[in-house]
């Protein structure tokens, strides 16, 4: 019996592992297409979250921001912050993104614990490099950003209609509030 508990055990940890795992794989939605002719420097600075889907990792965060610049090896530094609204407190998380084939194609792998790197791609961008779709490697993540607090109606339609059309759940997304609290 104590071998059957160990079998079990042993089983569900690599069960576990594995599902983790593949939420976290490198790749794109079906159907979705990183952006191409990507300008990385172009990319870099600050970003506000406009919407989001409700993450763990994300839960309870208001005034949510991305600030990225380059590191001497060419990836990315990824530093994520928010505000915490029921603990009352600033959240902050520092990582790593690369590119997942070339500069030149919006297809990232970021990590924020090593070695377990996940999906991040452009698939949508504005020419000015201001508003911006970005997904993970399926339907279940999904980021609206901008480099403002708000973001033109005609982006939001346009973004929410692209996420619609390729089997996202936009009427499930948490609109980012960044209202600055007192």
């Known amino acids: 019996m104590k ?3 160990k079998i079990a055990l042993g089983l569900g940890a690599t069960i576990g592992a594995l599902f983790l795992l593949n939420s976290c794989a490198a790749g794109l939605p079906k159907g979705a297409t990183a952006v191409q002719n990507f300008k990385a420097d172009k990319y870099l600075g ?3 979250e406009i919407a989001r889907f409700d993450y763990i990792f994300e839960k309870n965060l208001d005034q949510v921001t991305a600030t990225y610049s380059k590191k001497e090896n ?3 530094k990824v530093e994520n912050r928010g505000y915490d609204y029921k603990k009352d407190k ?3 998380s520092v990582g790593e ?3 997942a084939k070339n500069p030149n194609i919006a297809e990232l792998k970021v ?3 090593k070695p377990i790197w996940a999906s991040y791609n452009v698939i949508d ?3 000015n490099y201001k508003y911006a779709l970005v997904v993970g490697n399926n339907t279940n993540y999904l980021w609206i950003l901008s480099r403002e607090k708000t973001i033109p ?3 939001k339609e346009r973004f929410l209609a692209k996420a619609k059309s390729l089997g996202f759940k936009t009427e499930n997304l948490i609109w980012v509030n960044h209202t600055e609290k007192n």
Do not use: T
Request: hydrophobic share 40%; aromatic share 30%.
């Open 46 to 48: 600050k970003w506000y």
């Open 97 to 99: 993104a690369k590119f």
């Open 90 to 92: 600033w959240k902050e």
């Open 153 to 155: 109606d005609s982006y």
């Open 111 to 113: 990590s924020f614990f």
């Open 3 to 5: 071998n059957l508990s």
């Open 125 to 127: 961008i504005d020419e």
């Open 74 to 76: 060419g990836n990315l």
